[in-house]
C-alpha cells in the first residue's frame, strides 16, 4: 500500500500518482499528549480540500466525526489506536480547517458518505474500518449502504437517524420533541444571524439546558468554530440533511457493526440502536458507562477499550 509522502514545511502543491496533497505540519491544541508529531496533511475529494491526520502503521482504522467536530475530534484516540493500526482522521467537508468548497453548499448524508469513499481511494486505503461518531455515524452507515464492500468494519457511535426513528413504535415523539426542541429553534436562530445562540441551542440538546455556558471558556471558543458548519447542516433541506434508511437497507449490510452509546446520552439515540440492534444482521453493541454523546471524550478509557476489542476481531 503506497502512501502520500508528509512533509515538514509547507510545501507547493505536490501530485502523487492520482492525489493532490498540501502538506504541513501544523502543532495540534494537546498534541504534547500524543506519543508523535502529526502532521495535518490535505487531500482534494471530488472538488473539495479535505484535511487529514495520518498516524500510526498497520492496518488502517478512519475517523469520522461529528455535527460539532474536525480531525481532533478523536485525539483522546490516536495514542491507544496508532499504537497498533494506521490511523486517519479527518475533517469532513465543510468542517474547518478545510476551506469553502466551490458549488452549491448543500449538507447531505450522501455527500459526505461519497467523499468518506472518495478519501479511502485517494489515500489507497484497502478496506479500512471505519468508526463513526454521531452525524459521522450516519455519514458512515450511508457509505456502506452505498459502497458494501469498501469497509472491513464499521462502528457505529449514536448516528441521528431521525427519518429511520420516525417510522419505529414509539420513535415519532422523539423525533418530534428533538425538531420542536431543539432543531427548530436553532435553525430560527441562525436565520437571524445568532449564530451563538443556534450553538447554544443544539449544545443544549445534546447536553443539557445551559451546557454550553457552564463549558471552560476554551472549550466555548472551539464549537464557536463549528457554526458555519452547524448553521449549514440546519439550513439543508432535511431530506438531504436526513436521508431516509430503512429496515430493510439495513438488512443488506453484511460488515461487520459494533454499536456504541452513551448510558447518558439523550434517550433517542438508545431507540435509534434498538432499532439498529434489531434490523442490521448480527451487530455487536455496547453501553460506555459515564458517558454522554461525546463518549470519545467523557470516558475514552473505556470508550478505546470496547472499540479496540471490537476491530482487533476483524
Known amino acids: 500500500m503506497r502512501r502520500p509522502r508528509h512533509c515538514h514545511s509547507v510545501v507547493p502543491r505536490l501530485i502523487v500518482g492520482a492525489i493532490t496533497?498540501?502538506?504541513?505540519?501544523?502543532?495540534?491544541?494537546?498534541?504534547?499528549?500524543?506519543?508523535?508529531?502529526?502532521?495535518?496533511?490535505?487531500?482534494?475529494?471530488?472538488?473539495?480540500?479535505?484535511?487529514?491526520?495520518?498516524?500510526?502503521?498497520?492496518?488502517?482504522?478512519?475517523?469520522?466525526h461529528g455535527s460539532l467536530g474536525d480531525l481532533?475530534?478523536?485525539?483522546?484516540?490516536?495514542?491507544?489506536?496508532?499504537?497498533?493500526?494506521?490511523?486517519?482522521?479527518?475533517?469532513?467537508?465543510?468542517?474547518?480547517?478545510?476551506?469553502?468548497?466551490?458549488?452549491?453548499?448543500?449538507?447531505?448524508?450522501?455527500?459526505?458518505?461519497?467523499?468518506?469513499?472518495?478519501?479511502?481511494?485517494?489515500?489507497?486505503?484497502?478496506?479500512?474500518?471505519?468508526?463513526?461518531?454521531?452525524?459521522?455515524?450516519?455519514?458512515?452507515?450511508?457509505?456502506?449502504?452505498?459502497?458494501?464492500?469498501?469497509?472491513?468494519?464499521?462502528?457505529?457511535?449514536?448516528?441521528?437517524?431521525?427519518?429511520?426513528?420516525?417510522?419505529?413504535?414509539?420513535?415519532?415523539?422523539?423525533?418530534?420533541?428533538?425538531e420542536r426542541l431543539v432543531l427548530e429553534p436553532a435553525q430560527r436562530s441562525f436565520g437571524k444571524g445568532d449564530d451563538e445562540g443556534g450553538l447554544r441551542l443544539f449544545v443544549g440538546?445534546?447536553?443539557?439546558?445551559?451546557?454550553?455556558?457552564?463549558?471552560?471558556?476554551?472549550?466555548?471558543?472551539?464549537?464557536l468554530r463549528y457554526t458555519n458548519a452547524l448553521k449549514l447542516q440546519l439550513l439543508t433541506n432535511r431530506r438531504l440533511y436526513f436521508p431516509t434508511v430503512t429496515c430493510t437497507d439495513l438488512r443488506e449490510i453484511r460488515t461487520p457493526s459494533l454499536l456504541v452509546g452513551g448510558d447518558s446520552s439523550p434517550p433517542m439515540f438508545a431507540r435509534i440502536l434498538d432499532e439498529l440492534a434489531r434490523c442490521l444482521p448480527n451487530p455487536s453493541r455496547v453501553v460506555i458507562p459515564r458517558s454522554g454523546h461525546n463518549m470519545q471524550v467523557d470516558n475514552p478509557g473505556q470508550f478505546n477499550e470496547q472499540v479496540l476489542t471490537f476491530l482487533n476481531g476483524y
Do not use: C
Open 72 to 178: 481532533e475530534t478523536f485525539r483522546p484516540q490516536f495514542d491507544a489506536f496508532s499504537a497498533r493500526y494506521r490511523v486517519i482522521a479527518y475533517s469532513r467537508r465543510f468542517h474547518p480547517p478545510n476551506p469553502q468548497p466551490p458549488g452549491e453548499l448543500i449538507y447531505s448524508a450522501a455527500t459526505h458518505a461519497d467523499d468518506l469513499a472518495g478519501l479511502i481511494t485517494e489515500l489507497r486505503l484497502t478496506r479500512p474500518r471505519v468508526v463513526g461518531l454521531s452525524y459521522g455515524a450516519y455519514t458512515a452507515l450511508i457509505m456502506a449502504l452505498r459502497h458494501p464492500d469498501r469497509i472491513r468494519a464499521l462502528v457505529l457511535a449514536e448516528p441521528p437517524l431521525l427519518p429511520f426513528l420516525k417510522g419505529v413504535s414509539g420513535g415519532a415523539s422523539f423525533v418530534e420533541d428533538w
Open 205 to 223: 440538546g445534546l447536553r443539557g439546558a445551559g451546557a454550553f455556558d457552564q463549558l471552560p471558556a476554551e472549550r466555548r471558543a472551539q464549537l
Open 21 to 64: 496533497v498540501v502538506s504541513t505540519t501544523t502543532s495540534l491544541p494537546g498534541q504534547q499528549n500524543m506519543s508523535a508529531p502529526a502532521a495535518v496533511t490535505s487531500v482534494r475529494v471530488r472538488g473539495a480540500e479535505l484535511h487529514y491526520l495520518d498516524l500510526g502503521h498497520g492496518e488502517p482504522v478512519v475517523f469520522v
